[in-house]
């Protein structure tokens, strides 16, 4: 449905919020430009945006379209820096912290990274080059010329859309809004109905608008030159299996270009299979759906003849489960064994694991069902048997055939977390955190009372429990005091906090 509360069924007229899908529109409108000899694709970004900081190297704008510029990723930073999921987030906002940025994450072309940041800044070079907002320009050489005629970028989340699809997630009382309100464009931003996004799949094999040779970049991946590189194929070049805001890669033995999306609860996706001619569009406005998956079922029935066949079980048998997420929290902490040992429960990127500190042993532990785990090869396993209201939990934990059954600790003595406590600042986000132990966990407090359980990894590591703050790392002096630390998330890295008050 487009709309639960009156009942609104979705139609191929719908006009869905594509979220990443948008990824293509913004490397299309690149390449036609740089078809036009409006600019290079090899131009360095600093010649349309010049108050990005110097980084030393160069950054070229197929850098920013291939995902491998090293920029930091702008939705990394945004909650890093405090902003909430409602805030009304614009193209300026992303800018203003990433100008703030003096380090990138790895040397430009180094490896791929995904990042929002470089389709952002990407927007505004559109925009400089052509002297017109993003929104106009693709919708005078984009939608307009392909009659997409209720295809637009908005960069104003309270825009009235007529036809419009709203956005739902799961909640224990039942179905919610989920309302996206970033008005941001370039990485996103696009409205699109599954009628308009047919005409543009099928401009690939017309060619509307476009020149062959911009066909032939969209279509395949950039050569990016790197020298003493690990990441090189044999002619030298990096290895990328991403293009222009498309994914280009082998499903059984077809070459498949395409891009799944999420925002809040849009869900959405657009494969195309182009020596079959053939492409799946699917748009979703719940965060239970997987396009993807379904997009490739489809074409699996439709390419049935044309497809190579399918891996066997086998061959996908030794892929690792992940714990459930509604489990996480309820199976996390510190447990006192029968045999007095303390034996620790966490969870890194939903891998479970386990540590017993005064045995300096740690382990994986495998999903076996959603309360049952284990580590085969080391003889142990875990199983849930109850919890209760006050957040206690009781577990057996196995090893080498003998059982013992184990207590959660409610109330621990954290005192020897003191050290790490206190107020930290970062420049590159011009952010304040106050470091905190309470209710059993050590947190962070983010500017606005965000707040972030962080949880001790090893000596000075510790790992934050949403997925923009994972690696933290504290600094100490000479004199063994903490002076500050740093977060290093797989799409920001190097963020540095100083402890305000020492030197």
Known sequence: MANLEYAVPISSNTIFNVASLAKQFTAFSIALLADKKLLSLNDDVHQYIPELPDYGEKITLLHLITHTSGLKDQWDLLNLAGWKPEDVITNKNVLDLILKQQELNFAP??????????????????????????????????????????????????????????????????????????????????????????????NYDQKIIGSDVVFDEVNGIPALEK???????????????????????DYRGALRIGHDSADAGYRTYIGRFPQQHFAVILLGNSEAFEPEKTAMQIADIYLARQLSPPATEDAVAGKKLLIPETMEQTISGQYQLGDKRILRIFVVDRNIMGEIKSERRRFDLIPLTNLEYENKPKGIGVKYLKGNNEGTATIEFSES??????????????????????????????????????????????????????????????????WWMRDIKFKRNKTNKITGFEINNGRAKKITFLKIGTK
């Open 109 to 202: 072309g180094e490896k791929f990274q995904y990042c929002n940041s470089g389709y952002t800044l990407l927007a505004l070079v559109v925009e400089r080059v052509t002297g017109k907002p993003f929104a106009t320009w693709t919708q005078e050489n984009l939608f307009g010329p392909l009659h997409m005629n209720h295809s637009f970028f908005s960069n104003n989340f309270a825009q009235i859309i007529p036809n419009g699809a709203h956005s739902y997630k799961a909640t224990e009382t039942g179905l919610e809004e989920s309302v996206f309100t970033a008005s941001a464009v370039g990485a996103d931003g696009l409205h699109a109905t599954l009628a308009d996004l047919c005409k543009w799949v099928a």
């Open 227 to 249: 020298s003493g590189n690990s990441n090189l194929n044999a002619a030298g070049r990096l290895k990328l299996s991403y293009g222009f805001g498309q994914g280009v890669k």
């Open 401 to 466: 055939g003998k059982s013992i059954t184990a207590t959660k600790l409610v109330h621990l003595d954290l005192s020897y977390l003191d050290e790490y406590t206190g107020n930290f600042y970062c420049g590159a986000l011009d952010a304040k955190y106050a470091i905190k132990v309470q209710d059993d966990h050590m947190v962070a407090i983010l500017p606005r009372n965000n707040a972030v359980i962080i949880t001790q990894n090893e000596a000075d590591s510790f790992f934050g429990s949403h």
